[in-house]
Every structure is written in structure tokens, then in C-alpha cells.
């Protein structure tokens, strides 16, 4: 309220600027007309005469803005708001040069010389009421321009925050369809275990606990620091190793500088579970998981490794099923979040396995964004 007031002032202050400079322009050229002419004026009483001149629409333009509020082109009864308009413009321009005689003679006493040159010369009166007319009509046409532009803009933010509105819904949406999806398969994991081993059973809940912990504390965010999103993936890793003991080795090379990039909260967790869904689950042997983490140029390359049968071993199972809900849904993100500014790959690892990939802009966290800042100043 108080800067929509102050603006308002500045908005005075200008105009009252602008009448002066006007007004000064305009008592040159009188003054040098009439030094051409029959009669030779004098400079004060042209100053005088030329600034009130101008200065005056200070106090029509509020009724003329009002006009251009209360009498809108764009309304139905468009013809009858004209009319309006063009008869309130005639009222101004006799006005006008009625209350400049009025206030000029009540300051500057009225000269033989004066009175003899506004009688003889009464077009300077015909003049200013002509062009009276002409600046109510272009005070007229910036308030309807000033009106149409609030509203353009009023239109523009409101779609953007409709837009902005329906990309976090759809966001929020596909984030929480994870959680019961990782729900149902950890819950049904501790349900195999209690029946095998119930400390590590337990275990397993402690984890989930730690979990959905962390997931709560950033329920409503969409984007998080690498850091706090490795946090997450440690507490599932934690839980995946309860399940698989030995049979789950996990390596993890994240580069420092990735840790303050901003990335799509539990953007990772989908990428994890299903290298350890269709990579160690398959195996016998112990399988092995490799996470990094690197910047490249301007963008946040991370990669999830598994040394599982890869793509197209087992009559192409792995290929037909790759991108379920999980991965599905970790595209859908990307694409809400970055639109084609991202890249989303599974491809076949060298000496067996899978690679998943995740390629994004590289964005400061707004924390880390905020130190940085402050430390350059």
C-alpha cells in the first residue's frame, strides 16, 4: 500500500515537472513571436502566463483520468462512452482557458498592454482552447493505454500463476505417486523378512523411519540440493542392505562441487530401485551398484551403474519392462520441471550391466546460491 502511494506522488512530482518544462519551452517562443509582432511582451508576464498555462492540467487531470476510468472504450455501450468523452473534451477546452484568465489576472495585474493584446489578439484564446482539446485528448488516450496495459498484465500474471499453479500440481502428483509405490515394496519386504529375520526385519523399519523422516521435512519441495538428495538415497540404500546383506555393494563417486547443484527431490531413489530391482535382484552372485556425480561445462551429469544381466539378456525381459512406473514417472518430472532441457538414458554398461543416466542444467541450490552471492560482495 505504501509504495503503490508513493508511486502515486512520484507520478505528480513527473507531471508537475513536465507542465514547468512545457511551460518554459512554450514562453520562448511567445516571447520571441512577440518581439516579431506589433506588441513586445515582457518576459515575467509571458513566464508567468506559459507556466500556469501548463501547470493547470495538474489539477484537470485527475478529472480526465477519472473520464478515461469510468467511461472505458472497451465496454458495451462503446458509442454512448465516446460520446461522453468527446462533450466532457469540449468542457475542458473552455475550461481551460477560463481558469487561466481567472488565475493569471488574480497574480499578474492586467496592463494596458496585456488587456489590449488578449482583446486585439483574441485567437491566442481560440488557440489555447484548440489545443486545450487536443491535450485532454492525449491524456485521455494514455489513460485508456495505461488501463489496457494493467490489464494485459493483470491477464499475463494471472495465466502464469494458473500455469505455475497446474505445473506444481501435476508435479506434486507425480511425486506423490512414489511414495506408495516405495511404500508397497519395502512394506512387503519387511513382511518376507519378519517370517526370516526379524532383527533385520526391524532394522529394515528403523530405516524406513529415518526415510520417510527426511521425505517429510521436504514434502512440498520439487527441488533439492545433490546433497540432501544423497541423504535420501543413503537411508534407502540402508534398507535395500538390510534386505540383501552381502549380495549389495554399493560404490558412490560424487565430485564436491555437485553437492550445492539443485536436482529433482528423490530424483535418484526410481534410478536406484531399479538397478537393484533388474541388476543385483537377478543375479546369485553379489552385484555392485556405481553412483556419481559430475559437472560438465553447464550441465549435472549423474549416472547409476549396475553389473546385472543388462538390456537385452534374458529373451529382452529387462528391455520390455526398463522404464516402469518408477522411471516413467522420473521422466514425466524432468520434463515438467526442465522441459527438453534434459536428457533421461538407459543403455548397456561395457563388460555387462546398465547405465542410467540423468542429465540436467547445473543450478546453484538457493542456499548455496545465497553464499555464493554473499561471498562475492
Known amino acids: 500500500m505504501n509504495e503503490l502511494i508513493s508511486r502515486r506522488w512520484w507520478g505528480w512530482a513527473l507531471l508537475a515537472v513536465a507542465s514547468t518544462l512545457f511551460g518554459l519551452l512554450d514562453a520562448f517562443g511567445s516571447y520571441a513571436a512577440s518581439n516579431a509582432g506589433r506588441y513586445t511582451l515582457d518576459w515575467t508576464l509571458v513566464l508567468i502566463w506559459d507556466v500556469l498555462n501548463w501547470n493547470l492540467w495538474i489539477l484537470l487531470a485527475p478529472l480526465i483520468l477519472w473520464v478515461g476510468r469510468r467511461f472505458s472504450l472497451d465496454r458495451p455501450r462503446w458509442f454512448r462512452n465516446v460520446v461522453v468523452c468527446v462533450l466532457v ?20 495585474p492586467a496592463t494596458d498592454g496585456v488587456r489590449s493584446f488578449l482583446l486585439t489578439k483574441y485567437f491566442v484564446l481560440i488557440s489555447d482552447a484548440l489545443t486545450s482539446f487536443v491535450v485532454y485528448g492525449m491524456i485521455l488516450m494514455f489513460s485508456h493505454a495505461a488501463a489496457y496495459y494493467r490489464h494485459y498484465r493483470q491477464e499475463e500474471v494471472k495465466s502464469s500463476q494458473l500455469e505455475a499453479q497446474l505445473v506444481q500440481s501435476q508435479l506434486q502428483a507425480l511425486k506423490m505417486q512414489l511414495h506408495p509405490h516405495f511404500l508397497f515394496n519395502t512394506l512387503h519386504s519387511i513382511a518376507a523378512l519378519q517370517l526370516e529375520d526379524v532383527e533385520a526385519a526391524q532394522k529394515m523399519m528403523a530405516r524406513l523411519g529415518d526415510f520417510l523422516r527426511l521425505t517429510l521435512e521436504n514434502v512440498g519441495a520439487q527441488e533439492v540440493s545433490l546433497r540432501r538428495e544423497m541423504e535420501f538415497l543413503k537411508c534407502y540404500l540402508g534398507i535395500e542392505q538390510v534386505r540383501f546383506s552381502k549380495r549389495l555393494t554399493v560404490n558412490m563417486e560424487i565430485e564436491p562441487e555437485t553437492l550445492d547443484a539443485r536436482v529433482p527431490n528423490l530424483i535418484l531413489q526410481p534410478l536406484v530401485e531399479n538397478a537393484i530391482k533388474h541388476g543385483v535382484a537377478r543375479r546369485i552372485a553379489p552385484g555392485r551398484i556405481d553412483i556419481a556425480a559430475r559437472r560438465v561445462g553447464g550441465r549435472l551429469v549423474v549416472e547409476v551403474k549396475d553389473d546385472g544381466p543388462g538390456l537385452s539378456r534374458n529373451g529382452g525381459a529387462r528391455k520390455d519392462s526398463a522404464e516402469g512406473l518408477g522411471l516413467a514417472n522420473t521422466r514425466a518430472r ?3 520441471l526442465y522441459g527438453e532441457d534434459y536428457r533421461l538414458a538407459l543403455a548397456e554398461t561395457p563388460g555387462g550391466g546398465v547405465t542410467a543416466t540423468v542429465e540436467i542444467p547445473y543450478l546453484l541450490d538457493d542456499a548455496a546460491l545465497a553464499e555464493t552471492q554473499g561471498a562475492s560482495l
Open 334 to 336: 524432468l520434463e515438467q
Open 89 to 108: 473534451g469540449l468542457l475542458v477546452a473552455l475550461a481551460h482557458p477560463a481558469l487561466l484568465l481567472l488565475t493569471y489576472f488574480s497574480t499578474v
